[in-house]
C-alpha cells in the first residue's frame, strides 16, 4: 500500500539520515528499485515526472503497475508514489490517479502566483492525507525542457512557502540536473544553512543528486536534507550494462535477444547504483 512521504521525511529529518527519490522509467525501473528497498528495509520514493508519466501511458497506468507490484512482490518497506515537478494541473491529476505525494513546481512563478497555487493544493492533500513538495528558486539542468543554471534560493522566500503548511521544500542551493559541468562551482551550504534556520523541522529536498560528491551529499543531510533525488545516474547505469551485453554479442546468442535476457543486467546495475545511494544517503534498516 503506498503511504505519504511525510512519515518517512519527519523521522530522516530527526533521525539525520535521507531518504532516496529514485525516478521510475517503466517497469523494470520500477521492480529494481522496489526490490532493493525492500532488501536494504529502507523507505523509498518512486519519483515520476510528466514525461515518465505519460510515456508511461498516464498517471493511472503508473499507480495500477506500483500497487500490483507492492502486491505481488511483497513489499512491506513504506513507498511513495510521488510527482516529480508536476505543474498544478499535473498535481491535481495526480491526485484523482491515486498518488500519494505530489510536488508542484511553482518556482517559475512569481513567488505571490507560487503561494496562491501552493496554498490550494494544501489543502487538498491535506484532506487526502497526501504529501506535498513546493520548491523555490529554480533547480539547474534541464528537466523536462526547463533549463536553469542552479540557481540560489532566497531563504525568506522559502520561509513563505514553507510556513503555508507544506511536507517538504526543495530549494535551489546551486544543484543541477543531469551531469554536472567541469566548472560547477559546488553546493551553497551557507544558504542551505539559512533556508534550514528559517524552516526549522521542514524537511529540505535536494534535487539533482546524481553526480554529487559524497562529502557534500552528507553535509547537506547533516544540514537538513532528508530527501534526494536520484535519476540521471541509475540511466547512466543502465545504459552501460545493457550496451556491454550487446557489444558482447550476447544478444545473438541462444535466447538473447529475449527482452528479459537482454535488459537483465541493466536492471542488475539499477539495483547496485539504488543500493550504494541508499548506503550513502544512510536510509538502509530505517523502514
Known amino acids: 500500500m503506498l503511504v505519504s512521504a511525510k512519515e518517512m521525511l519527519n523521522k530522516a529529518k530527526a533521525g539525520k539520515y535521507a531518504v532516496g527519490q529514485f525516478n521510475i522509467n517503466n517497469l523494470e525501473w520500477t521492480k529494481a528499485i522496489l526490490l532493493t528497498a525492500q532488501e536494504l528495509n529502507s523507505p523509498v520514493i518512486l519519483g515520476v515526472s510528466e514525461g515518465a508519466g505519460k510515456y508511461m501511458c498516464g498517471y493511472t497506468t503508473v499507480v495500477g503497475m506500483v500497487n500490483g507490484m507492492i502486491n505481488e512482490l511483497g513489499i512491506t518497506v513504506p513507498v511513495a508514489l510521488h510527482l516529480d515537478h508536476g505543474s498544478y494541473e499535473a498535481a491535481k491529476k495526480c491526485i484523482e490517479a491515486g498518488f500519494s505525494s505530489v510536488m508542484f513546481d511553482g ?92 524552516t526549522g523541522d521542514m524537511p529540505l529536498v535536494l534535487h539533482g543528486g546524481t553526480g554529487i560528491p559524497a562529502e557534500m551529499i552528507q553535509k547537506a543531510i547533516s544540514l537538513g536534507v532528508s530527501k534526494i533525488n536520484v535519476n540521471t545516474e541509475c540511466q547512466l547505469a543502465f545504459a552501460a550494462a545493457v550496451r556491454k551485453y550487446v557489444e558482447a554479442g550476447k544478444d545473438l546468442q541462444g535466447k538473447g535477444f529475449d527482452p528479459r535476457k537482454l535488459l537483465a543486467d541493466g536492471v542488475e546495475a539499477i539495483k547496485a547504483t539504488v543500493k550504494e545511494k541508499m548506503e550513502l544517503f544512510g536510509s538502509v534498516g530505517k523502514a
Open 107 to 198: 518556482s517559475h512563478y512569481p513567488i505571490e502566483e507560487n503561494i496562491e497555487k501552493t496554498k490550494e493544493l494544501v489543502a487538498i492533500c491535506e484532506a487526502k492525507n497526501i504529501s506535498l513538495e513546493a520548491e523555490v528558486g529554480a533547480i539547474g539542468g534541464e528537466e523536462d525542457g526547463v533549463v536553469g543554471s542552479g540557481e540560489v534560493a532566497d531563504p525568506e522566500e522559502c520561509k513563505m512557502i514553507a510556513d503555508l503548511g507544506v511536507t517538504m521544500l526543495a530549494a535551489g542551493i546551486g544543484n543541477i540536473h543531469g551531469k554536472y559541468p567541469e566548472n560547477w562551482a559546488g553546493l551553497s551550504f551557507d544558504t542551505l544553512d539559512a533556508i534550514q534556520q528559517l
